[in-house]
């Protein structure tokens, strides 16, 4: 029998139909079965639709078996790919405006700091009842490729406690392996690389062209760029001062850190507004929210334009589709994959979930073994990874004193809120996501009751320091290309904008 893909929270259009594409693309594999799931059954009629229609018009068979019944889908599945945003967009939106009521300004929220957290007590649950779903009736030998964020403390929960064999997938590694390049004048595949950490924290710790270290070279080569010398401030600084280059993006890494957003009169020195992913406050919520909005809108014009071509030359560097071609067909692909640490980095804790180079071929997937981190890189990792394993904890056992001190140990809420202000925004963040936190049931009840008996902390009234609104349909309709690619990407800060005044 064909192999079974199946795909968990295909509403995501961006995500899903890239990522059918990638995978539909390689030879071997256009006779799968495919299967998608989502609780929104309008989001997903939509992504079926349309990615039916890109199925038949390069002439393959499949016929996309869509279905609100997770189980249904899972049933048989040898590979689950999963893209969820549990609260969606609405407690999203939780997630970065209540942290501005306390000064902690971030631009996006999913990873650390305070949204991060949240969204990981969110998350968890739901993908330890997905993980009891296939254990149940998916294949003996299923694997959970992961694309959902908190990218580790989801995969860290879905290893420890989910009992599936789970990969964490992220593309910043490929990103800042272009721009390193890009700095240097080369091109990408003239420069081989070694990255290793946490996601959205990962550190090139060897950057080579031509058998020559070149690692040493990178500060003043981004510092020269006319580009990445005024969009990627506080990725320069921190390579300036810890001796190498992060992976994530200016905007992501400024949240995750305590030095860059704690002050809101000094957060414009450190971004750039020419794009959301350079440090706009609330930027991912705003392109998120736009790029939802646009497409349900325009359905219908998507579904007259040209369908996407299957083809090897085609596919993204979206790391899912060759994993399975690799592990199904036997071609070696080398890529950066988040798994239990398990001594891959030696200074960093071994039950960690940490993101280093991989090989995958017919055999499996084998990580080798870095060594230690530099001593700099290693201590901003162990600092999050001590959120993470507090939020985890919290979220499995429904421990809101756990929950309370991952948010004391923030490296960014630490460097904002004093203790009061941490407890009494956990109180709101509770209570606000109340729907999407069953194993909280006792705390947010007591959450509430404090905060309608009070004495309350002041708060700001604050949009941060540097929001923009978000755009209407007329708007975006200015420039439809542009709206079109935001809603059909999965990475939203691939194509960056013109630099705008402040």
Same mark, same amino acid.
């Given at each position: 029998?064909?192999?079974?893909?199946?795909?968990?929270?295909?509403?995501?259009?961006?995500?899903?139909?890239? @990522?059918?594409?990638?995978?539909?693309?390689?030879?071997?594999?256009?006779?799968?079965?495919?299967?998608?799931?989502?609780?929104?059954?309008?989001?997903?009629?939509?992504?079926t639709?349309?990615?039916?229609?890109?199925?038949?018009?390069?002439?393959?068979?499949?016929?996309?078996?869509?279905?609100?019944?997770?189980?249904?889908? @899972?049933?048989?599945?040898?590979?689950?790919?999963?893209?969820?945003?549990?609260?969606? +967009?609405?407690?999203?939106?939780?997630?970065?405006?209540?942290?501005?009521?306390?000064?902690?300004?971030?631009?996006?929220?999913?990873?650390?700091?305070?949204?991060?957290?949240?969204?990981?007590?969110?998350?968890?649950? =739901?993908? @330890?009842?997905?993980?009891?779903?296939?254990?149940?009736?998916?294949?003996?030998?299923?694997?959970?490729?992961?694309?959902?964020?908190?990218?580790?403390? !989801?995969?860290?929960?879905?290893n420890?406690?989910?009992?599936?064999?789970?990969?964490?997938?992220?593309?910043?590694?490929?990103?800042?392996?272009?721009?390193?390049?890009e700095?240097?004048?080369?091109?990408?595949?003239?420069?081989?690389?070694?990255?290793?950490?946490?996601?959205?924290?990962?550190?090139?710790?060897?950057?080579?062209?031509?058998?020559?270290?070149?690692? %040493?070279?990178? !500060? =003043?080569?981004?510092?020269?760029?006319?580009?990445?010398?005024?969009? =990627?401030?506080v990725?320069?600084?921190?390579?300036?001062?810890?001796?190498?280059?992060?992976?994530?993006?200016?905007?992501?890494?400024?949240?995750?850190?305590?030095?860059?957003?704690?002050?809101?009169?000094?957060?414009?020195?450190?971004?750039?507004?020419?794009?959301?992913?350079?440090? =706009?406050?609330?930027?991912?919520?705003?392109v998120?929210?736009?790029?939802? @909005?646009?497409?349900?809108?325009?359905?219908?014009?998507?579904?007259?334009?040209?369908?996407?071509?299957?083809?090897?030359?085609?596919?993204?560097q979206?790391?899912?589709?060759?994993?399975?071609?690799?592990?199904?067909?036997?071609?070696?692909?080398? %890529?950066?994959?988040?798994?239990?640490?398990?001594?891959?980095?030696?200074?960093?804790?071994?039950?960690?979930?940490?993101?280093?180079?991989?090989?995958?071929?017919?055999?499996?997937?084998?990580?080798?073994?870095?060594?230690?981190?530099?001593? %700099?890189?290693?201590?901003?990792?162990?600092?999050?990874?001590?959120?993470?394993? +507090?939020?985890?904890?919290?979220?499995v056992?429904?421990?809101?004193?756990? !929950?309370?001190?991952?948010?004391?140990m923030?490296?960014?809420?630490?460097?904002?809120?004093?203790?009061?202000?941490?407890?009494?925004m956990v109180?709101?963040? +509770?209570?606000?996501?109340?729907?999407?936190?069953?194993?909280?049931?006792?705390?947010?009840?007591q959450?509430?009751?404090?905060?309608?008996?009070?004495? !309350?902390?002041?708060?700001?009234?604050?949009?941060?320091?540097?929001?923009?609104?978000?755009?209407?349909?007329?708007?975006?309709?200015?420039?439809?290309?542009?709206?079109?690619?935001?809603?059909?990407?999965?990475?939203?800060?691939?194509?960056?904008?013109?630099?705008?005044?402040?």
């Amino acid at each position: 029998m064909a192999k079974k893909v199946a795909f968990i929270g295909a509403g995501s259009i961006g995500f899903t139909r890239g @990522l059918l594409r990638d995978l539909l693309s390689v030879p071997e594999m256009r006779d799968v079965r495919i299967a998608f799931t989502d609780i929104h059954a309008d989001n997903l009629e939509m992504v079926t639709k349309l990615c039916q229609r890109d199925i038949s018009e390069n002439g393959l068979d499949i016929v996309i078996e869509a279905s609100t019944d997770r189980r249904r889908a @899972l049933a048989d599945a040898d590979y689950v790919i999963c893209t969820i945003r549990v609260g969606g +967009l609405e407690a999203f939106r939780t997630d970065v405006e209540i942290p501005l009521k306390y000064g902690v300004d971030q631009c996006v929220g999913d990873t650390l700091s305070a949204g991060g957290i949240m969204y990981a007590q969110r998350g968890i649950p =739901e993908m @330890l009842a997905i993980c009891k779903d296939i254990r149940e009736v998916a294949s003996g030998d299923v694997l959970l490729l992961n694309y959902s964020n908190p990218m580790a403390m !989801l995969t860290w929960a879905c290893n420890r406690y989910g009992g599936v064999r789970t990969v964490g997938l992220c593309h910043g590694v490929q990103h800042g392996h272009w721009q390193i390049a890009e700095a240097l004048g080369l091109a990408t595949e003239e420069v081989d690389i070694v990255c290793a950490g946490i996601n959205h924290q990962t550190w090139y710790v060897q950057v080579k062209a031509g058998g020559v270290d070149r690692t %040493g070279d990178l !500060l =003043e080569a981004f510092e020269r760029h006319p580009d990445f010398a005024r969009t =990627e401030k506080v990725r320069i600084d921190m390579l300036r001062r810890f001796g190498y280059y992060s992976t994530e993006s200016n905007g992501h890494l400024s949240e995750y850190v305590p030095w860059y957003r704690k002050r809101p009169e000094e957060i414009a020195d450190w971004i750039d507004m020419g794009s959301w992913i350079n440090g =706009e406050t609330g930027g991912y919520l705003r392109v998120c929210v736009e790029g939802r @909005l646009w497409f349900e809108t325009e359905f219908p014009a998507w579904m007259q334009e040209p369908p996407l071509k299957y083809s090897m030359d085609e596919r993204s560097q979206e790391h899912g589709s060759y994993i399975i071609e690799a592990l199904e067909t036997g071609r070696t692909y080398r %890529g950066h994959f988040n798994v239990v640490n398990g001594g891959i980095i030696s200074n960093l804790p071994q039950d960690a979930v940490i993101e280093a180079p991989g090989y995958v071929d017919r055999s499996g997937i084998a990580m080798g073994a870095v060594g230690e981190l530099p001593l %700099g890189p290693a201590a901003v990792c162990n600092a999050s990874i001590s959120v993470q394993r +507090l939020a985890v904890e919290a979220a499995v056992r429904g421990d809101d004193k756990l !929950l309370r001190q991952a948010f004391m140990m923030d490296p960014l809420v630490g460097a904002v809120c004093n203790p009061p202000e941490i407890w009494q925004m956990v109180d709101e963040m +509770l209570a606000a996501g109340e729907a999407w936190l069953p194993q909280y049931k006792e705390a947010v009840a007591q959450a509430r009751k404090r905060l309608e008996e009070g004495p !309350l902390l002041p708060v700001r009234a604050s949009e941060g320091a540097a929001r923009l609104k978000t755009k209407t349909l007329e708007e975006m309709r200015l420039n439809r290309e542009e709206a079109d690619r935001n809603a059909g990407e999965a990475d939203k800060g691939k194509h960056r904008a013109a630099p705008m005044d402040r």
